[in-house]
């Protein structure tokens, strides 16, 4: 006997999203053949993780929610138009997204369809109009007979995901025939062979999609082969990779072979993950791989250092970052980094279903605080959401565990050339392009002038910044005057350097090293479609970042500039301004934000002005709406032609202008050993830290290396730990000297060798080809 969708109980739907204390389990051994209420208990299980139970219809913020969808549905069905070309107008099948959006369309009208409380629950007119779509699509170009044409992604994951949620809300409803055109379309499109080989379009997040699509199509179609053929297939993603699409060991994540991408494809893949596990529980096909395992330490070690109060941080987030309101987004949903933070949020929230207990409460403590912080588009209401994704957060927001804070550390994921480092109340990230990594993304009409974002562009957040890049920043910004960057301002066609993350540096040495809490992270820089070269360097300590470039050179004949900031100030931000009174200031205060310290003084340069765009200006798909940013722009011109010039300046968010004013005056408080095109080296006694990147072997006050390198010190009054890495990678031993007095060495990573201690320490280091930090801890003598 079929289950009804209200027979799913509220123990089933908490043990199918993790909020309750175990899966639903059904038959047992793995190797025993699968009988038919195995494959209907799946597809409930299916309809409890897309549709929702457990909440109550009645309340917020369900109520509004199933009404709007029910109004959209209404909507939907009065303007559906069916014709050769189209099943509604505007939206024809060529390009084939005409496609996908036809079935969301239809998915939605399912919803309203399925669903209680949206005025449209069980109406037998909007089944059959639905149905009335199916059979066009089916009819007219999603079938058997169609050979694909266009983006690829439609007809394999956009289409197919949509029309078989739509079968399993509908499928007693629909008649044998209806199902079979709907699966011989989907073995069509997803033949066996695309889960064959782990390359091509078939890796990372794709695969994950496409599997989602093979085995829900087994369920609802009983073809046990399908789900096993969709479970084995997934085992290729779980494993760490070391180069192209997958997750690294040090937590990055990358897609399209060479573009970092936790925030968009990230959360794709850990989503679909998360579904799949929770479907396949305790079934025949229950995913077994312990590899899995990899996948739910991901979600501290690889996604939840990127999302800072609710947001993804946007160098993660690729191309997306150009997409705001969508012309094809019926429900006007702005795609800003909270869009995809939140996304990632709710992925976690549906893969703590196949986490153990101890993982499952440390991650809702962490949903917990985000909720809780994320003030900029709350969560537990984000118009994203339907009612399913709100109720597994509801539940997690009701859960008797205490809301973790934002933690005090710094990420380097020198897999993905990114850089995290978090403070109390304060975030910064940093972006940057390597050989391995590209400049930017731009494709499928999206992105086309992010020429500049690996270009050491840094992002910071402070108390109540949740909006800074949110609130339409990237269709306003001045491209060539991203935070952070140093860029030649030679102008650049749209999409220079190609699609689909092609250009890349011709460098090697992007990283650094760091003990989890500061950080020296470095970038050889070489600008994209010009002649510029430099070096740049961050010292991440405890209220500061610490900015240096140098062998700045170019000879494009326009000026090179270093922006060392561009906040936005929203439409008509009047937050003062304040410079310190001299020729050449030595600090720089932006109320609300925080501000800047110029050792010696700086030629700084500032710019307020509002600058107007419209997300269509930056992605074809987006809409035409045009609005007016405020910008507060502080930068450095290098002149034209620069050679080996320099900067140094200091990031301190939110602090005050007394604080900026005593930091300047402190001649003391940092050393700048050196800022060289050769090294770069600070000491900031205080804090007992000093750090230096090697561009070449050399001297760099007490620090000598073999090779280019990284390397930080954390001193205590007896003892201290050292940090090295080797940021280009090469493999090759390289030998520190640390000239301070050393008795013994307490502790070591295996790649270390000492080779002397007394009077200085010196060490060999075999950094293998990770550029991860190796440890050695000393007592000073």
Not at 188 to 212: E, K, Q
Not at 403 to 426: C, I, N, Q, T, Y
Request: aromatic share 8%; glycine share 12%; with cysteine.
């Amino acid at each position: 006997m079929h289950m009804s969708l209200s027979d799913l109980t509220r123990r089933t739907f908490l043990a199918a999203t993790g909020a309750g204390a175990a899966l639903l389990t059904l038959p047992p051994s793995a190797h025993a053949a699968p009988h038919d209420g195995e494959f209907e208990t799946l597809r409930q299980r299916w309809l409890a993780l897309a549709l929702g139970t457990g909440f109550d219809p009645a309340a917020e913020p369900y109520s509004s929610r199933l009404k709007q969808t029910g109004q959209l549905a209404a909507g939907f069905r009065s303007s559906m138009a069916p014709t050769d070309t189209s099943l509604w107008p505007g939206h024809p099948f060529n390009p084939p997204a005409g496609i996908t959006q036809s079935y969301s369309r239809l998915w939605t009208m399912t919803q309203a369809y399925a669903q209680p409380g949206t005025g449209l629950t069980g109406d037998a007119g909007l089944l059959a109009d639905i149905v009335r779509g199916l059979d066009h699509l089916s009819a007219k170009i999603y079938n058997a007979s169609t050979t694909r044409y266009g983006n690829w992604w439609e007809w394999q994951i956009g289409s197919p995901r949509l029309l078989l949620d739509i079968v399993a809300a509908l499928h007693d409803r629909l008649t044998d025939g209806r199902r079979q055109a709907a699966f011989a379309a989907v073995d069509h499109f997803i033949p066996d062979s695309a889960l064959g080989s782990y390359t091509g379009t078939s890796t990372g997040a794709n695969r994950v999609d496409l599997c989602r699509s093979v085995a829900l199509r087994g369920v609802l179609g009983r073809a046990p082969q399908k789900i096993a053929l969709a479970c084995d297939a997934l085992s290729p993603v779980f494993p760490y990779v070391t180069k192209g699409d997958g997750l690294y060991a040090d937590g990055s994540f990358v897609q399209h072979t060479w573009v970092a991408y936790s925030g968009t494809y990230g959360q794709v893949m850990l989503d679909g993950l998360g579904r799949l596990f929770t479907l396949l529980a305790g079934s025949t096909w229950a995913v077994t791989d312990p590899n899995r395992q990899i996948v739910l330490d991901s979600v501290e070690h690889a996604y939840a250092p990127l999302i800072h109060d609710g947001l993804m941080m946007d160098s993660v987030n690729g191309r997306a970052v150009s997409r705001g309101y969508l012309k094809a987004d019926d429900h006007s949903v702005m795609r800003s980094d909270h869009f995809h933070g939140q996304g990632l949020i709710a992925a976690i929230a549906v893969l703590a279903g196949g986490a153990s207990a101890a993982e499952r409460e440390r991650w809702h403590g962490m949903i917990k605080g985000w909720i809780e912080r994320d003030t900029t588009t709350p969560i537990l209401t984000a118009r994203q959401f339907g009612v399913a994704d709100l109720s597994r957060l509801h539940a997690v927001a009701a859960a008797p565990v205490p809301a973790a804070p934002e933690p005090v550390s710094h990420k380097l994921f020198a897999s993905m050339d990114r850089a995290v480092h978090r403070r109390p109340g304060w975030a910064a990230n940093i972006s940057m392009a390597s050989e391995r990594i590209s400049y930017y993304e731009c494709g499928n009409g999206e992105n086309p002038r992010g020429w500049h974002t690996g270009a050491g562009m840094l992002y910071w957040w402070g108390p109540g910044h949740g909006g800074q890049y949110t609130d339409w920043f990237w269709p306003t910004v001045d491209w060539y005057r991203l935070p952070g960057t140093t860029v030649s301002t030679r102008r650049l066609a749209d999409r220079a350097g190609g699609e689909w993350g092609l250009p890349k540096p011709a460098v090697k040495w992007v990283g650094g090293a760091t003990d989890g809490e500061f950080a020296a992270v470095g970038q050889h820089l070489k600008g994209l479609g010009s002649t510029l070269e430099a070096r740049k360097s961050w010292f991440c300590v405890a209220d500061t970042v610490v900015c240096l470039g140098a062998g700045i050179t170019a000879t494009d004949g326009v000026p090179v500039e270093t922006v060392v900031d561009n906040r936005n100030l929203g439409a008509d931000g009047t937050h003062a301004l304040t410079v310190d009174d001299r020729t050449r200031p030595r600090w720089a205060h932006l109320a609300g934000h925080g501000g800047w310290v110029f050792p010696g003084g700086a030629d700084l340069h500032t710019l307020r002005e509002d600058r107007t765009g419209a997300w269509s200006d930056i992605n074809t798909g987006s809409t035409t709406e045009r609005q007016t940013r405020r910008y507060q722009t502080l930068w450095l011109d290098h002149g034209t032609d620069p050679a080996d010039a320099s900067y140094t300046y200091l990031l301190m968010p939110g602090a005050t202008r007394r604080t900026l004013a005593a930091r300047a005056a402190d001649r003391g408080w940092l050393s700048i050993v050196e800022n060289t095109a050769a090294a770069q080296s600070v000491v900031i006694r205080s804090l007992g830290f000093a750090g230096a990147n090697f561009w070449q072997p050399g001297t760099a006050g007490r620090f000598t290396s073999t090779a280019q390198s990284s390397v930080i010190v954390r001193s205590g009054r007896w003892t201290a730990t050292l940090w090295i890495s080797e940021p280009v990678r090469s493999g090759q031993p390289l030998e520190i000297t640390w000239d301070h007095p050393v008795r013994r060495v307490t502790g070591r990573d295996p790649a270390v060798e000492v080779l002397a201690t007394g009077r200085s320490l010196r060490l060999r280091v075999t950094p293998g080809t990770a550029g991860v930090s190796h440890r050695c801890e000393v007592a000073l003598g």
